[in-house]
């Protein structure tokens, strides 16, 4: 016989309710600097139950970056007075032409640079400067790291991603 308690069906959720979003981290670097700070940075993402996309911009256009709802966190070195690394170029020199719209666009930028340098961390500023004026919407300010990189960047990834959780 069945019990009085057999018609009633608990449903177990069927997602946990996630207050991380999906997120696109690019990273423009020569050395690999950049690239482990973004790496960093998507760890921490993934803990926190987010998908994560990790990739170079050598194979990056600026219209790649404008998928609806899916911030952007872009880490970028600078190099000889001021350039982008090698590898980075025809994306910064396109992202500055501002022909792409970035209306729709929450972002972030880390640049990578010396402090010994003049123009210290100059293209992650050029960058995040682009994306402004493009119509991208920032959603942290932008951190500059210098020789001390590897021991921030933990710390970097937990601030972005906190700020990264008050989007709409
Ligand atoms: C030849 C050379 C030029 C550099 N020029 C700059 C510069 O103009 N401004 C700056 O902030 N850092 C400069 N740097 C420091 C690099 O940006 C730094 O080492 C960074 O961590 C490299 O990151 P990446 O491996 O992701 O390219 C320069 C380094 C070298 C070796």
Do not use: Q
């Not at 790496?39 to 256009?61: H, K, M, P, Q």
């Not at 994306?91 to 640049?111: I, N, P, Q, W």
Request: glycine share 8%; aromatic share 8%; hydrophobic share 40%.
């Amino acid at each position: 016989m069945n019990s009085p308690t057999s018609s009633w069906t608990i449903y177990e959720p069927i997602a946990k309710v996630r207050s991380v979003k999906d997120l696109s981290i690019y990273y423009g670097t020569e050395t690999g600097n950049s690239r482990f700070v973004a790496e960093t940075i998507a760890a921490e993402a993934r803990a926190r139950g987010a998908e994560v996309s990790v990739e170079d911009l050598v194979n990056v256009t600026p219209s790649r970056l404008t998928v609806p709802g899916r911030p952007v966190v872009i880490v970028i070195s600078t190099w000889n007075r001021g350039k982008p690394p090698f590898y980075a170029r025809r994306f910064c020199e396109e992202l500055e032409k501002g022909t792409v719209r970035m209306d729709s666009v929450h972002y972030a930028v880390v640049g990578l640079g010396d402090e010994h340098y003049e123009l210290f961390c100059a293209c992650g500023r050029n960058v995040d400067a682009a994306l402004e004026k493009a119509g991208a919407v920032r959603f942290a300010e932008r951190v500059d790291l210098g020789a001390s990189f590897r021991k921030l960047a933990p710390g970097v990834a937990k601030t972005l991603l906190d700020a990264m959780a008050k989007l709409p």
